[in-house]
């Protein structure tokens, strides 16, 4: 057939989160053209408004600190806390993951990227053979002002030089001497960037950040406000796609195959409440519609676990808007427990943000428990932050809104919550008698490493567990929210689109959350989402690279 193009490259990416730059990066120093499409106006994606974390095991940092792991141990880990849920979770695809890992990050490094471990972060199961603490890296931040007019499109969340090792620590700045030691870093460390002209950013940005400006070295033409609107496809192969450019559709030819790194579905109502039963309540961006999915799934892509989420806890915006707030020290630290819709405990409040959520929806089939409510002791709030909390105006608007409570004593701060009465000041009682012993007899918080890096070392005998007995008292509705969608494509340890009958579309790849996750219905570490997007996007451009070009002549 003969085709008329408007623009030919070798490899065609669509995204620009993590996925999305790693594959073009790739690309490009393999030898091929590459190309970057973003639908939205903004790039960066859900990795530039994340922790920027990769749960990167037996990874290069941790060698060169001379710190144990290998893959053995790591993919036993993995097949304890992910099992098989379907062939996104293959063992072909987790051992392409992990053995990936090293080719990965040393590619990045050789371009400039600086990686720094988070050594003090468990796995979030880290009790089970084969977990360890200190497999998540991260970028050390990174000088925006190197990005020139892109950091004016730059998506990001928090424009600081934070770090992840910085958070669990910074929560109590006030409260501990660590807290305090880390939070005087944190302003040097600040202020050192602006003192030698720099512009630091950290986390999210980071990384998204040091990608871009990679891309930009290498010359790869990146355009916003760009959707793929479909797949080009010739004798079962694709070879190129539309994409709407500046409101005029634009066919571009793609000789060595088209990346789908578009994100998940977060912000697709119609599709949330298919395939979640509910609408919103997540912390993506916007613009993560689900598109790479659907004009996959048009080239005859399979899908799957499109059911599930990176959920987590997440309280409402202030002002009304879709985008939620994550919770994670909050309901973690001592002095608070989580209550039903009746008043009564029904999980470990410091487990992780996806067991959170899931126990969330379990809960709410027999009890009403969406929402839940967090309650929080005075010494609560004076001795943690709470992100909910720290927009000027948020407490007085969550409020009025009903999504924020307080009262003096437990038995008003019951009525306002709307929970039985009885049964909130028996399960109160008996959280007390815990926190007293330091033993949490119903649901084991403060167990684990994990569970306690969010915790309060200086609260004896339990660093998780604190009485709720000192007023004033409030209570904050949680959500089962999510940082994004987790299902999608089903691909192969290449990251080659599949079929439903197992077989490739050839030239299409995916990675990222428009992919159904090799990490199956849980999340075994920090950066759990941003890893594999990251690592099998790698695989998938170097696959791309190794191949012989579309047969297809102009």
Request: hydrophobic letters at 35%; aromatic letters at 10%; charged letters at 25%.
């Amino acid at each position: 057939m003969n085709q008329k193009w408007d623009y030919t490259v070798d490899y065609l990416v669509a995204g620009t989160g993590v996925a999305g730059l790693s594959a073009a990066i790739t690309a490009k120093r393999n030898g091929l053209d590459a190309l970057i499409v973003e639908s939205t106006d903004k790039w960066g994606g859900t990795t530039g408004i994340s922790g920027g974390g990769l749960w990167m095991p037996n990874n290069p940092v941790m060698k060169k600190a001379g710190v144990h792991d290998s893959i053995d141990e790591a993919f036993d880990y993995m097949e304890d806390t992910i099992g098989d849920v379907g062939p996104w979770t293959s063992r072909e695809r987790k051992l392409a993951f992990l053995y990936g890992i090293d080719h990965y990050m040393n590619t990045l490094s050789e371009e400039g990227v600086k990686w720094a471990r988070a050594k003090d972060y468990p796995d979030y199961y880290p009790d089970l053979p084969g977990g360890r603490i200190g497999r998540g890296v991260e970028v050390v931040p990174f000088n925006v002002r190197k990005l020139g007019k892109w950091r004016k499109t730059m998506r990001t969340s928090i424009p600081a030089p934070l770090m992840t090792n910085d958070v669990w620590l910074l929560s109590r700045a006030w409260s501990t001497p660590d807290g305090f030691v880390r939070g005087a870093q944190f302003v040097f460390r600040a202020l050192g960037g602006l003192l030698t002209g720099q512009l630091k950013y950290g986390i999210g940005g980071a990384l998204t950040g040091s990608l871009m400006h990679i891309v930009l070295r290498q010359k790869t033409p990146v355009w916003l406000n760009s959707p793929v609107k479909e797949l080009i496809i010739e004798d079962g192969r694709v070879i190129g796609a539309v994409v709407e450019k500046e409101g005029k559709l634009v066919r571009i030819k793609s000789r060595r195959g088209v990346m789908l790194a578009a994100g998940g579905f977060a912000r697709n109502k119609e599709w949330r409440k298919k395939y979640h039963g509910i609408e919103g309540w997540s912390s993506a961006p916007e613009g993560q519609l689900g598109q790479g999915i659907e004009i996959g799934q048009q080239a005859g892509g399979a899908i799957g676990m499109m059911e599930d989420a990176w959920w987590g806890a997440t309280t409402a915006d202030p002002d009304g808007g879709e985008q939620h707030g994550f919770v994670l020290n909050e309901r973690s630290d001592p002095w608070s427990i989580v209550v039903d819709q009746k008043g009564s405990r029904y999980l470990n409040e410091s487990e992780s943000y996806i067991d959170f959520g899931h126990h969330m929806f379990e809960r709410d089939k027999e009890t009403p428990a969406i929402p839940s409510w967090l309650v929080l002791d005075h010494r609560h709030t004076t001795h943690f932050l709470n992100s909910a909390l720290m927009v000027p105006g948020a407490r007085k608007k969550l409020t009025k809104a009903g999504e924020l409570v307080t009262a003096d004593t437990l038995e008003e701060l019951a009525e306002k919550m709307g929970v039985d009465k009885e049964t909130f000041l028996a399960t109160v009682e008996r959280f007390n008698g815990f926190a007293r012993e330091g033993v949490d007899r119903d649901f084991q918080r403060g167990r684990t490493a994990y569970d306690r890096y969010y915790g309060d070392p200086l609260v004896k005998p339990n660093p998780n567990l604190g009485t709720i007995e000192k007023g004033p008292f409030q209570a904050i509705k949680l959500y089962p929210g999510d940082l994004n969608t987790k299902g999608g494509l089903v691909t192969d340890e290449h990251a080659r689109v599949l079929k439903e009958n197992g077989s490739v579309i050839e030239g299409l790849y995916a990675a990222g959350n428009n992919t159904a996750s090799v990490m199956g219905h849980t999340y075994p570490g920090p950066g759990s989402t941003i890893a594999p997007a990251g690592v099998f996007a790698y695989l998938g451009a170097l696959h791309a690279s190794q191949q012989a070009q579309n047969p297809q002549q102009d």
